[in-house]
């Protein structure tokens, strides 16, 4: 059974099916005007003397001459439609929403806030939060497993719906990627130093495509309060070196600029995807004694102050969470037909995942829901350590884990499960997302990286 879309992208994929399929025929008609054209203008360039007085064959030139303008004007409208259709130009809300950054009403100084008076958010549900660590038998009983982090990893289909039941005064002991004898490994010095980072920013580079960004206007006050972290794998780290300024401190600390590259050993997916939501979705879990984390996407370029930012999404109005709303889109049915069209994984990987959705009860995004979109645009996630929001980090990951690595889809369906009373979040517009950073393309071209061999990065 293939994923019906939503009503209001069905003309979308109409207009895109109906260019698809008639590509050939428009070609073939062009050629033939073309052609045409071509033969007439010869048959009239032989007889230029009598051009002028021949009134038919002006009278049939100008025909020729206005069809053409009118094939000209038909070929420019549907390329228009097509650059529209696979840039979702006119799904976006407003062209300043979209293309262009809008002010933030940040607080003037960095430098004069005062994070120690900031008060934590108490766990009001879930009182205590813990993961299993254990590695259990892998039996072969029937149940689908999602997690393969070892045995204690391993979380049954039926568990996946318990997970999401909360009720009050509750302990949840949880599946999250991680066992004692499976996981993201870190040495000696990069546990040493993280056991300190109580205010990170953080971001992953698993792809051979991306470059190191630096920063912008980074108070000193933050400098000194905020771990920059930069999570990488054992091969991008050799391609930094190669292509990077790496330095090594006294103890043994790897350094770009002001970020701390800390490589992860043992990664369990060949999909680099994947592995990068480790790094953006597991932040609580590689760095435990984290209270706050900013998490940025590698193509991005803060170029806003970080102590700012939590001041501005987080302390001063009261959240604990907060990401910003997506550019074009409200429902995760609209983004799924839009990451099929643009080819962005598997579909029937997606088809199966918004069946499974329905199937459950989530419902397309409307003005009726008290939410203002399912859909974030995950490039940025700010939030405060909370029993709540690890638990929120620990299902998404599951459900990133089962179904498809675009974590954009499974965002909404992870906060409808747990409920709107129980996970709260801040969404904060796109045009505020537009101001907080400059984005920069994958830039790493393909390369061959030798030492007496070759280092292939998949």
Same mark, same amino acid.
């Given at each position: 059974m293939q994923f019906e879309p939503v009503q209001e992208i069905k003309n979308l994929k109409t207009l895109q099916t109906f260019f698809h399929s008639n590509s050939s025929k428009f070609r073939r008609c062009l050629s033939f005007f073309l052609s045409f054209l071509f033969e007439h203008m010869v048959l009239y360039a032989r007889s230029w003397k009598n051009f002028s007085r021949d009134f038919a064959a002006r009278r049939m030139m100008s025909k020729v001459v206005l069809f053409l303008a009118f094939v000209v004007a038909g070929i420019v409208w549907a390329s228009m439609i097509r650059i529209a259709l696979y840039s979702d130009t006119w799904a976006c809300q407003s062209p300043l929403s979209c293309f262009s950054g809008c002010p933030i009403p940040f607080a003037k100084d960095p430098e004069g806030l005062d994070h120690s008076n900031v008060r934590r958010t108490p766990d009001q549900l879930v009182k205590g939060l813990s993961y299993i660590m254990?590695?259990?038998?892998?039996?072969?009983?029937?149940?689908?497993?999602?997690?393969?982090?070892?045995?204690?990893?391993?979380?049954?289909?039926?568990?996946?719906?318990?997970?999401?039941?909360?009720?009050?005064?509750?302990?949840?002991?949880v599946h999250c990627g991680f066992t004692r004898s499976s996981g993201a490994g870190m040495t000696v010095a990069d546990m040493r130093y993280v056991k300190g980072c109580k205010y990170v920013v953080a971001s992953g580079i698993f792809n051979p495509y991306s470059i190191i960004h630096q920063p912008t206007n980074v108070s000193v006050h933050s400098r000194k309060l905020f771990c920059f972290v930069m999570l990488v794998d054992e091969k991008i780290l050799s391609l930094m070196k190669y292509r990077e300024t790496v330095e090594e401190d006294i103890h043994g600390g790897l350094w770009a600029g002001i970020w701390r590259l800390i490589p992860l050993k043992h990664l369990p997916y060949n999909e680099t995807r994947r592995n990068e939501e480790i790094s953006k979705l597991l932040i609580h879990r590689l760095i435990p004694q984290a209270q706050y984390s900013i998490w940025v996407s590698s193509k991005m370029v803060l170029v806003a102050d970080p102590l700012l930012i939590l001041e501005r999404y987080l302390w001063r109005e009261g959240h604990s969470f907060a990401i910003s *709303?997506?550019?074009?889109?409200? =429902?995760?049915?609209? +983004?799924?037909?839009?990451? %099929?069209? !643009?080819?962005?994984?598997?579909? #029937?990987?997606?088809?199966? *995942?918004?069946?499974?959705?329905? =199937?459950?009860?989530? +419902?397309?995004?409307?003005? %009726?829901? !008290?939410?203002?979109?399912?859909? #974030?645009?995950?490039?940025?996630?700010?939030?405060?350590?909370?029993?709540?929001?690890?638990?929120?980090?620990?299902?998404?990951?599951?459900?990133?884990?089962?179904f498809t690595p675009l974590d954009q889809l499974s965002f909404g369906y992870v906060a409808h499960r747990l409920g709107g009373e129980s996970f709260k979040y801040f969404m904060f517009p796109f045009c505020e997302f537009n101001s907080l950073f400059e984005l920069h393309s994958h830039s790493w071209d393909r390369f061959e990286m030798r030492f007496g061999g070759e280092i292939n990065v998949a």
């Open positions: 254990e590695d259990e038998p892998d039996v072969n009983n029937g149940w689908q497993s999602l997690l393969p982090f070892g045995g204690g990893g391993q979380k049954r289909w039926f568990e996946r719906g318990e997970s999401f039941k909360l009720n009050t005064t509750m302990k949840v002991k *709303q997506h550019g074009y889109r409200h =429902s995760i049915y609209e +983004e799924a037909y839009a990451s %099929k069209r !643009r080819k962005k994984y598997s579909r #029937p990987r997606i088809d199966t *995942q918004m069946r499974v959705y329905q =199937s459950e009860g989530l +419902e397309p995004w409307s003005t %009726k829901k !008290r939410v203002i979109s399912d859909v #974030p645009e995950a490039s940025i996630i700010i939030r405060e350590h909370t029993m709540m929001n690890n638990l929120f980090s620990c299902l998404w990951f599951n459900e990133v884990h089962l």
